[in-house]
């Protein structure tokens, strides 16, 4: 077993931490990759690294490459180092302080993620450091631009396309090691993402006469909007037992007890008859069997006596699979018919494709995984949420979306929130997590 220095690499995280790295903050990531020269010598002196525009990071280790060819097998694993802002005033500790309390280290992107980053950089150096060479290229791709445009990820994900790299394992954030009693798994479950549901951002105007309050107004475009609020709700999307779902189905019901084992079986063959006692027990099945939206934004008066002329709303729908942004915009027009409000969509992305699960990168991955965490259970899931991995899908089939850690409800609650931490012994894990992959690869 290849070792590391604990001690050295919580010192490394806990400075990697505290940079600011929220948008807009340049000096932050500037920083940032700066220190990165000085914690990781071994990669710097062996990997090839280069930047990417924006803000991308990109180390390429090669490997013994046996199978001599244009495009020699490869592994692409990533992270990425920007975090969301947060509020000071509501943490226990300062979120950019990474203090140390109770076994735990507090601060943003901890979880999401440069906890999975430097778990990759930690591993990677410590593997070098010790002379081993990986038989197959990895390239270590990080975004900076994650939270927000993903810009970084498209343009890496465009520049190895043009060089023809192929790989056969692609491994970005995602699912965690879960405690999944209630669905009858009685061992650690690890859900990797096989696929993301697609995203649509929609603008909704309504418009009115306008006026002083005193006179009142025939036409209020607040009155209009409120009602295309309320029609928007989830059933106008109706569920359906999508491909995803089918493989997550399959594979609980193939860990699970002999009772809840059946009754996952028979959402399979009688979905309506089992999907409400599923979705009671379980919230999340129902976002994976449908497309979900939201009305996220709204504006309009800008006086206490004065109605507006015009109200403006932003909804975010979440496309399913074996659905689309046409079937998803004809869906809502539909809903709103005999309303009238102009409709407009920002911005849209299609379901990604499904990744496999039976070839030689899902082998690798689950190996990995039950490697580190001993009998667990490998459950293949529909991402509810974007990744920076949906851009690399023009350059492999096999993209996988796990992050290497024990994590409870109450930490899931904390991306993104107050209060985000992780424990050392979860970070530790996460190396060694990292470390078995690549060696078996």
């Known amino acids: 077993m290849y070792s590391y ?13 505290r940079y600011r790295t929220v948008e807009k903050n340049k000096a932050a990531f500037a920083g940032f990759r700066e220190a990165l020269k000085e914690l990781y010598p071994c990669i710097h002196k062996t990997c090839l690294f280069e930047t990417v525009e924006p803000e991308g990071i990109m180390y390429v280790w090669k490997g013994l490459n046996p199978e001599k060819n244009d495009s020699p097998p490869s592994v692409i694993l990533m992270s990425h180092y920007d975090v969301v802002p947060a509020d000071t005033a509501e943490w226990l500790y300062p979120p ?7 076994g735990r280290i ?3 992107g901890t979880l999401d993620t440069k906890g999975t980053f430097c778990a990759v950089m930690e591993s990677v150096e410590a593997l070098i450091s010790q002379g081993f060479t990986p038989k197959s290229d990895i390239y270590l791709c990080f975004g900076g631009d994650e939270e927000t445009t993903g810009r970084s990820a498209i343009n890496i994900a465009a520049l190895l396309e043009k060089r023809n790299v192929r790989p056969y394992l692609v491994l970005d954030e995602g699912g965690a090691i879960v405690d999944a009693s209630v669905a009858g798994i009685k061992r650690p479950c690890a859900l990797v993402g096989i696929a993301e549901k ?9 418009k009115g006469i306008g006026g002083h309050t005193s006179i009142g107004g025939a036409s209020n475009p607040i009155v209009v909007m409120a009602e295309v609020v309320k029609r928007l709700n989830p059933r106008i999307f109706k569920a359906r037992l999508n491909k995803p779902l089918r493989i997550t189905l399959n594979s609980v019901a193939k860990n699970a007890g002999f009772i809840r084992g059946e009754l996952f079986k028979s959402y399979l063959l009688w979905g309506k008859l089992f999907r409400g006692f599923l979705v009671k027990k379980l919230p999340e099945i129902d976002a994976m069997t449908r497309t979900i939206g939201a009305i996220t934004q709204i504006s309009g008066g800008s006086a206490e006596n004065v109605i507006p002329e015009q109200v403006r709303a932003v909804g975010n729908f979440r496309i399913i699979s074996d659905s689309n942004a046409d079937e998803t915009l004809a869906l809502i027009k539909k809903a709103l018919s005999g309303i009238d409000v102009e409709l407009r969509v920002i911005s849209s992305l299609e379901p990604s494709g499904i990744s496999d699960i039976s070839g030689r990168g899902w082998e690798s991955l689950s190996g990995a995984i039950s490697s580190t965490w001993g009998d667990s259970a490998v459950i293949p899931y529909l991402m509810l949420a974007r990744s920076d991995s949906r851009s690399y899908s023009g350059i492999s089939d096999n993209i996988y979306r796990f992050t290497p850690v024990t994590m409870t409800k109450v930490e899931r609650v904390s991306i993104h929130g107050v209060n985000e931490n992780i424990s050392k012994e979860n970070f530790y894990k996460m190396i060694e997590f990292y470390i078995t992959l690549i060696t078996d690869n």
Do not use: P
């Open 198 to 206: 697609g995203y649509m951002d929609i603008e909704f105007i309504t």
């Open 106 to 108: 507090y601060a943003r």
């Open 96 to 102: 950019f302080s990474a203090t140390e309390a109770d």
């Open 5 to 17: 220095d604990k001690e050295k690499v919580i010192k490394n995280f806990r400075r990697l931490l």
